[in-house]
C-alpha cells in the first residue's frame, strides 16, 4: 500500500533496529531467543474467491486435494454477458474486418469456406452461422476479461461517459465501442510484454468503425488500462522525450503503490512529476525484508506489509509480475486447523461450525436488508448482529465449537483490519461484488520486486516529510520538514487514511467539511506479523498456510493464521498474523516475548507429533498501529461510513488538489491493486484538468470566454444572492454547503471592475454574515484563503459552473 513519507521512528519498540543479540534462555524450555527487529507493516488485502477464466499463465506450485478455503467468506455476484453484447457480433452490429491478418492475436477471421457445385449456398449459410457461432464465443472471452478488469458487462463506467466516448449514451453506437473496447483490452492482456498500437487494433476491426477505435484505444490508453507496465518495450515507449511543451507540473506526495503508478503515468502522458516521500525507500506499506541466519547463510525475504496478490483475473499486479518474467506462486488452499493441545481440530465439527458461520453472516444479510428498507440510517456493529444471532440460535456452545466459531471471526477481523465491534452491519462488505476472480498467489522474493520495478527512472526525493499543503488559483505551495518548498500546478495526495486522520498534513485552505467528514467516519485498521527464519523446514512444504485455536475468545486473533514462505521467500520462513484486539496488545509487548509466544504455540502444534521446532536464526516484528507514516494497516467500512465515503475522499478540490490510495477505492479498498488502480485514476483526471488549462489565453479571449463573460454579467443582473457589492451564482445542479458558488465583487472607481473567484455555498453564507464590503474582502482572502481575479483568470472549474447555470436558467426561460 503506500504511504506518505519518511522514516520510522528511531526506537527498538517501533522501527528497524538493531537485532537483539541471541541470548541463551532455559525457562520454561523456551527456545534460544533469536535476533529479533520490530518493523512497522501493512496487511495482506482481501481474499476474494470469485472464479473468472484468467488471463494470466497458471501460478506454479503443484495444488494438493482441496481441503477448506480458509478465507473470509464472500458472497458471489455471478456476472451474466447480456445478449446484447453477444449479439454485437452476431448481428449487423458487428464490428469486425472480414479478412484479417492471420497472425494477429484475438484477431477473428471470417474467410470464406463455401463449397462449390450443388448444395453451395446451403453449405455457406451452415458455415456462416458457424462463424457467427465462434464469433460470438470470442466476443464473450473478451467481455469476461474486460469484466474482470472492472468494466461494467453492457454499460459504459463513469469515466467512460465523462470521457465522452460515445456520441450518445445506449443504443448500437455504445453496443459497438465495448466490443471494439474489449477487443483491444483483451488483444493487449494476451501479450503484455508489447506496446500496442492503434494501427495494430485496426487490423482485426472494420474501418467504418475506425472513430471508435480512436475513442476506445484513448480511453484505455489514458486511463492506464493498456500499455502499462514495466516490460522494456512499454518502459521504451512511456519514457521517451515527450514532444511538445509540458502540460503542467505535478507534486506526488508519497512513493508507495498509487504515487509511484500515479506519477510513472503522467510522465507517460507529458506532465512533469516530482515525488515527495518521507521515509529513505520507495513502497511505503509494501514492504520486503531480506533476513538472514545460521552458518550456512540462510536467506529469506519476507513481505512485512501487503504480501497476497488477491485474484489474479484483471489484477494489474498479476501483469506486472508477467512483464518481469516472475512465476506467481498460488496460495493452496489446504489450511489444517489445531487446537490449543496441538490435536487437529475434527472434521466433521470444522465442517458444522463453518456451516454455522456461513448461517449467520446469512441471517445477518437478512436483517440488514430489512432494517435499511425501514429506517435507512440505522447502522449497528456486525459483531453485535452475530452475537445476538448466535445466542438466538444456540450457535457454537461446546467450548471446541467456540474456539472454532473464534478461529472464524477472528478470520474476518484479519479480513477487515479491526474488531468486529466496530465494523458497519450494513456496508462492511460493499467491495464484494466488485472482487477480482481467480486464485491468490505469492509473489517470490517479495512485492518488492514489483516497488523496485515501478520506481525505476521516477524523481523521488526520499526523507521529504510533507507538513502543508497549499493550494489556490495560481496553483500549489508543497511545504517538507526543514522548510523545503515545492511550487507546481497541481498536488497528488497518497498518504494513507491514518495520516489524513491523525492531521499530520496542513491543507490551506481546509479540505471541503465532506471531506473531513468521510475521513473520519471511515475506519482505519490494524494488522501485524511476526516474521521468523528457522535453519529448515520442520512444518511440511505441501501446505502454505495452517491455522491455530485459543480458548481466550478476546485474543482469538492471537497468532491464529500462519503463512509458510519456503515455496516464495528461498528460505524456510514462517509468518504468523496478529488480528483484531491481540493486534493492538502486540504493538505493547516486546519483541522477544512476541517471538517466545509464538514458538510456544508452534511447540504446542508439532512437539506432540514428535517434531522438534528448532531455534530461529532471526524474527522481525511489525508495529504498523506505531509508524508514523500510516497509522495502521488499511481501511474498513465502520460503523456509521459507507462505501461513499471511499468516493468523497477520492473527490479532487478545486482542480489542484488530488487524492490517491486504497481508501480512495470504493470497488477495492484495502488491496495493493486497488492502490494501483486509484493511481492510474487520478492520473487521467489530472490530465484532463491539465488539458483544460492548456487553452491559451489569446483563444480564451478572443473566444469563449468573451461570450461566457456577457452572458455571466446578464445572470448577475438577477443573482441567487446579494449583499453590498457582492452577487453570488450558485450551482443549480446541488444544494450541497461545499458546492461551488461563483461570486463577483464589484470595485467602483472611474470605472467599475469586476473581481471573480470560487468558493463553496458554506462560505458564501459566512462571508454574507460579515459587515462592510472592506470586511468581506478581508475575509475573504485572508480568512478563506481565496484570491480574487479577472474573468480571464479563473479555473477551469469555472466553466463548468456556468454550463450547468446557462443549462439551468435556459429550461426556466422555455418551461
Known sequence: METSAGHPPETSHNVNSDDIPRQDNHHNDHSSPPQTTSEPAVSDSHLPEAKIPSDLPPPTGTTPPQVKRRRRRKRFFTDIIPTSVSAAA??????????????????????????????GDLSKNHNRRRRMSDLAKEVDVEALIAISVGFPVDSLTEEEIEANVVSQIGGVEQSNYIVVRNHILARWRSN??????????????????????????????????????VAPAIKEVKFKAFEGASKGNVIVIGAGLSGLVAARQLISLGLKVVVLEGRGRPGGRVRSKKMTGGQNGVVAAADLG??????????????LARQLGVPLHKVRDICPLYLPNGRTVNPDIDSKVE????????????????????????????????????????????????????????????????LMSNLSMAFWDQDDPYEMGGDHCFIPGGNERLIRALAEDIPIFYDRTVESVRYGTDGVLVYAAGGQEYHGDMVLCTVPLGVLKKGNIEFVPELPQRKKDAIERLGFGLLNKVAILFPYDFWGGEIDTFGHLT?????????????????????????????????VKFEKMSPLESVVRVLEILKGIFSPKGIAVPDPLQAVCTRWGQDQFSYGSYSYVAIGASGDDYDILAESVGDRLFFAGEATNKQYPATMHGAFLSGMREAAHILRVAERRLISPAEKSNTSSQENVGVVDKFFETPDLKFGNFS?????????????????????GEKFLHLYSLISRRLVLELSKSEGDLSRIEMLTREFGVKLVGWNNLSAAAGSLITSIKSARSVCIWS
Open 306 to 319: 501487503g504480501s497476497v496478490l488477491t485474484g489474479i483475473n484483471g489484477n494489474p499486479l498479476g501483469v
Open 551 to 583: 480458548e481466550d475468545p478476546n485474543m482469538r486473533g492471537e497468532f491464529f493464521l500462519f503463512y509458510s514462505y519456503s515455496a516464495v521467500s528461498g528460505g524456510p520462513l514462517l509468518i504468523a498474523l496478529v488480528a483484531g484486539e491481540a493486534a
Open 355 to 418: 456451516a454455522s458461520f456461513n448461517k449467520l453472516l446469512d441471517r445477518v444479510c437478512k436483517l440488514r436488508q430489512a432494517m435499511l428498507d425501514e429506517v435507512k440510517s440505522v447502522d449497528v456493529s456486525l459483531g453485535t448482529a452475530l452475537e445476538a444471532f448466535r445466542h438466538v440460535y444456540r450457535v457454537a456452545e461446546d467450548p471446541q465449537e467456540q474456539m472454532l466459531l473464534d478461529w472464524h471471526l477472528a478470520n474476518l477481523e484479519y479480513a477487515n483490519a479491526s
Open 192 to 229: 503484455v510484454t508489447v506496446w500496442l498500437t492503434k494501427d495494430h487494433a485496426l487490423e482485426s476491426i472494420r474501418a467504418e468503425h475506425k472513430n471508435l477505435v480512436h475513442s476506445a484505444y484513448t480511453f484505455l490508453l489514458q486511463h492506464g488500462y493498456i500499455n502499462f507496465g
Open 728 to 748: 453570488v451564482l450558485y450551482d443549480p445542479m446541488s444544494t450541497d454547503l461545499e458546492s461551488n458558488c461563483l461570486i463577483r465583487v464589484e470595485l467602483q
Open 90 to 119: 452476431a448481428s449487423g452490429i458487428r464490428v469486425l474486418r472480414p479478412n484479417p491478418k492471420p497472425s494477429t492475436a484475438y484477431s477473428y477471421s471470417e474467410t470464406e469456406l463455401a463449397n462449390t457445385g450443388i448444395g
